[in-house]
């Protein structure tokens, strides 16, 4: 398969624990990108990475969410000292694009978070 | 903040019947993406419009993006069960999509 792929599927994980995602993206594309979407919600942009440069962080990001990419291909979301609030599911998308240029946007199939 | 609404927020139709939703952002965006999530399942790409005015057509479904680029809408004519789903408008206004409030559609066989 030569999708997105992100792991863990699903995660539950208590009030206080670090939690950290992957996602894998389409090999050819040189972006990355990571929402976040609750029930009955449109995904919401977290952040982006153009290659190994994050170049946009969502305002609405708290200091506990820390997103890399060292080597321009796979992706880490980490989430420290998670809240219930952080519940959702956690989507990465990866495309094609340069600095102005918009491209579709292939999904993983996401992470699914639970804090209990 | 830009922000995406869309309307309705939920749409039961007949099998056979047209479907419509329609999506109005608070600012003029560069172009407009159209995902499609099935339940239980992630968004997937069906369309962008790049130009003021520009309609295009995928087989029953019929993507408008308005003169002011401000707005756009999809319609599906006579609906199968297989378009049952929520329909996601994505406007970009400089580097980043943001995606609308949804319209899910379910159909009466």
């Known amino acids: 398969d030569t999708g997105v792929s992100q792991d863990p599927r699903h995660k539950i994980t208590k009030r206080g624990q670090n939690v950290t995602f992957r996602c894998d993206p389409i090999?050819?594309?040189?972006?990355l990108y990571w929402y976040r979407q609750t029930l009955g919600q449109g995904p919401e942009f977290l952040t982006y990475?153009?290659?190994?440069?994050?170049?946009?962080k969502s305002r609405l990001l708290s200091d506990r969410f820390s997103a890399e990419r060292p080597k321009g291909s796979f992706s880490t979301l980490e989430i420290q000292r998670t809240e219930q609030g952080d519940s959702a599911m956690y989507l990465c998308?990866?495309?094609?694009?340069?600095?102005?240029?918009?491209?579709?946007?292939?999904f993983g199939p996401g992470t699914r978070l639970t804090v209990l | 903040g830009q922000q995406v609404m869309q309307i309705p927020q939920y749409q039961h139709v007949q099998e056979g019947e047209d479907f419509t939703t329609y999506c109005n952002s608070s600012?003029?965006?560069?172009?407009i993406q159209w995902y499609k999530q099935r339940p239980g399942g992630h968004p997937v790409f069906l369309i962008q419009?790049?130009?003021?005015?520009e309609v295009k057509k995928q087989k029953r479904l019929t993507f408008q993006f308005g003169e002011a680029k401000k707005n756009s809408s999809l319609h599906i004519t006579a609906t199968q069960t297989t378009d049952v789903g929520t329909y996601f408008c994505?406007?970009?206004?400089?580097?980043?999509?943001?995606f609308g409030t949804g319209t899910r559609l379910t159909i009466i066989p």
């Open positions: 998308a990866s495309s094609l694009g340069d600095r102005g240029q918009s491209h579709e946007q292939f």
């Open positions: 090999s050819e594309h040189n972006r």
């Open positions: 990475f153009q290659n190994e440069a994050q170049l946009e």
């Open positions: 600012t003029t965006l560069s172009n």
């Open positions: 419009l790049v130009k003021s005015g």
């Open positions: 994505a406007g970009r206004g400089w580097e980043k999509l943001t």
